[in-house]
C-alpha cells in the first residue's frame, strides 16, 4: 500500500517532490505558510540536469510553453564589455545532453508544478499552515501548525526553504545552527523586452564580471521579458528573512557604484529593484544532514546556497525526483530504508555543487591579480571552461 506523506514547503522544491510522490500514487499532503500558493517575480535558470528531470515528470510540453531557450552564454567583463568567453546553449545543448538549457519565470514554474499536483489529485493542499512543530516516532510522523491545527501521516519531506523548522529533527550537530549570511546581496529586476531599446533586447545570458560584483541578464516569459540580477559583495539589504524587500537603483549603485557604460545603461532601463540577501550553509558534510527516520529534507531546507551556479532549485528537482525512485511504490514499512537510501544517493552531488558555487563567487568576484588570471583563462578556454558535464550530464 502506497505511502501517506507529509511535505512542508509548497515552493518549487516541495511541489517537484508532491509531484514526483503522486505519480508514484502515494498520497501527499503540502502545507505552506502562506495565505495562497505563488513564488516571488525573479527567473531562474535550469540546466539540462533539471529539464531532464521535469520531462521526466510529464512537464516537458508546459515547459516549452513558459520558457525562454537562450542560444548562447556569454561572459565579459563588466569594466569593458569585452567578451571573455562564450558556450552555445540552444541546440547545442540538447545534442549534448538530450534535454535543454532554459530559463524561466519563477512563478511560471511554480504554477506549472502546481497544476500538475492538482491534477494528480492524491493529497490535499494546505495553505496558511506555517509548521511550528514536528514529532516522530517509529511508525509515524505529525506535525502541527502555529495556528494549533495537526495533521498525522507516515513520512515527512521538509521542503521549507532555507530557515527550515523541520530540520531541527534530523540528529546531527549542525541541525539547529541558523545559515550562514554571507554578505552579499542580489538586487533583481524585470522589464519587458518591447520596452526596451533594441540595443539592450536579448535571448542569451549574457554575465559581465567585475570586482566584488556580478551582473546577469537572461530572457524569460517566451523570451518576452528580461531578467537582471546584480549580485554585489556589500552589507546585507535589509531582513536576511526577506527575499523580496523593495529596492531601488540609487541603493544598489550606492553600494556597487555605476558599472562600465553597456551595462549602466540596461540598469537604467530596468523599472524596478527588488534586493535578497544571500545566505548559505557549508556544503553538506554526511548522508545523515539530508534523511533520519521517516524525515527526509529536500532542496534549500537541506542544502541551501550561494547562487553562483544557478543550480539551488535545479538540486531541489533532482533531489524530488531522486527521492520518489528511492521509495518507489513502497508503503510506509519501506520509509526509512528508502528515504537512507535517498539521503546517501544524493548528499555527495549536493555537497559539490554547493562547494562550486561558493567557488565560483570567488572567481567571477576576483579582484587584482586573481581578476587579470581569470580573464585569461576564460579567453583560451572558453567553452570548455564555461561547460559543465559533471553538473548537466549528471
Ligand atoms: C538571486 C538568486 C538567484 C537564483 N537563481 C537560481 C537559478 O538560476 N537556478 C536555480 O536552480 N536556482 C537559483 N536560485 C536558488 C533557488 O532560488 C532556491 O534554491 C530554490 O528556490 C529553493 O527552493 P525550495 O523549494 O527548496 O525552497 P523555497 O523556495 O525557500 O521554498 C520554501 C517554501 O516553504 C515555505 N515554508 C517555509 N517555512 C515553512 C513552515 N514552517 N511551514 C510551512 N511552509 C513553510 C515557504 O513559504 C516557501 O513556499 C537563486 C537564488 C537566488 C537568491
Redesign the pocket.
Known amino acids: 500500500m502506497p505511502a501517506h506523506i507529509l511535505v512542508?514547503?509548497?515552493?518549487?522544491?516541495?511541489l517537484a517532490t508532491a509531484l514526483a510522490l503522486s505519480r508514484g500514487h502515494h498520497r501527499v499532503d503540502v502545507?505552506?505558510?502562506?495565505a495562497a500558493f505563488g513564488e516571488i517575480g525573479?527567473?531562474?535558470?535550469?540546466g539540462p540536469n533539471?529539464t531532464r528531470r521535469l520531462h521526466q515528470l510529464g512537464l516537458a510540453e508546459g515547459l516549452e510553453a513558459i520558457a525562454a531557450c537562450p542560444e548562447a552564454l556569454v561572459v565579459r567583463s563588466a569594466g569593458s564589455g569585452s567578451e571573455l568567453a562564450r558556450l552555445p546553449l540552444g541546440d547545442a545543448m540538447r545534442q549534448r545532453y538530450g534535454a535543454p538549457y532554459l530559463c524561466v519565470h519563477?512563478a511560471d514554474l511554480h504554477s506549472l508544478l502546481l497544476e500538475a499536483v492538482r491534477a494528480q489529485g492524491t493529497g490535499t493542499l494546505v495553505t496558511d499552515?506555517?509548521?511550528?512543530q514536528v514529532e516522530t516516532s517509529d511508525d509515524l510522523v505529525c506535525v502541527s501548525s502555529s495556528g494549533a491545527r495537526a495533521w498525522e501521516g507516515e513520512a515527512l519531506v521538509c521542503?521549507?526553504?532555507?530557515?527550515?523548522?523541520?530540520r531541527q529533527q534530523l540528529e546531527v550537530p549542525s541541525a539547529a545552527e541558523p545559515p550562514r549570511i554571507t554578505g552579499h546581496t542580489?538586487w533583481?529586476g524585470l522589464a519587458a523586452q518591447a520596452a526596451l531599446p533594441q540595443a539592450l533586447r536579448r535571448q542569451r545570458v549574457d554575465v559581465w564580471l567585475g570586482p566584488r560584483l556580478h551582473v546577469v541578464a537572461y530572457p524569460v516569459r517566451g523570451g518576452d521579458w528580461l531578467n537582471v540580477?546584480v549580485?554585489a559583495e556589500s552589507a546585507p539589504a535589509g531582513d536576511a528573512r526577506d527575499?523580496d524587500q523593495a529596492s531601488s537603483l540609487d541603493a544598489l549603485q550606492k553600494a556597487t557604484g555605476r558599472s562600465g557604460s553597456g551595462v549602466q545603461a540596461l540598469l537604467e532601463a530596468v523599472p524596478g529593484w527588488r534586493a535578497?540577501t544571500?545566505s548559505d550553509r557549508p556544503p553538506l558534510a554526511s548522508a545523515a544532514e539530508m534523511a533520519h527516520g521517516r524525515v527526509a529534507l529536500?532542496?534549500?531546507?537541506a542544502h541551501?546556497?550561494v547562487?553562483y551556479l544557478?543550480?539551488?532549485?535545479?538540486?531541489?528537482i533532482e533531489d524530488a525526483t531522486a527521492l520518489a525512485e528511492a521509495l518507489g511504490k513502497g508503503g510506509a514499512a519501506e520509509v526509512p530504508a528508502a528515504f537512507a537510501h535517498y539521503a546517501e544517493a544524493r548528499w555527495q552531488r549536493n555537497a559539490l555543487v554547493q562547494a562550486r558555487a561558493r567557488r565560483n563567487g570567488r572567481v567571477f568576484h576576483a579582484t587584482g591579480a586573481a581578476r587579470l588570471g581569470r580573464d585569461l583563462a576564460m579567453r583560451t578556454l572558453g567553452a570548455r571552461l564555461l561547460d559543465q558535464r559533471w553538473l548537466y550530464g549528471g
Open positions: 512542508v514547503g509548497g515552493g518549487i522544491g516541495g502545507f505552506e505558510q502562506a525573479a527567473g531562474i535558470q535550469i533539471v519563477r499552515a506555517r509548521i511550528a521542503a521549507d526553504g532555507l530557515w527550515s523548522v523541520a542580489a533583481r540580477v549580485i527575499w535578497w544571500l529536500v532542496g534549500d531546507a541551501p546556497m547562487p544557478a543550480q539551488g532549485a535545479g538540486m531541489a
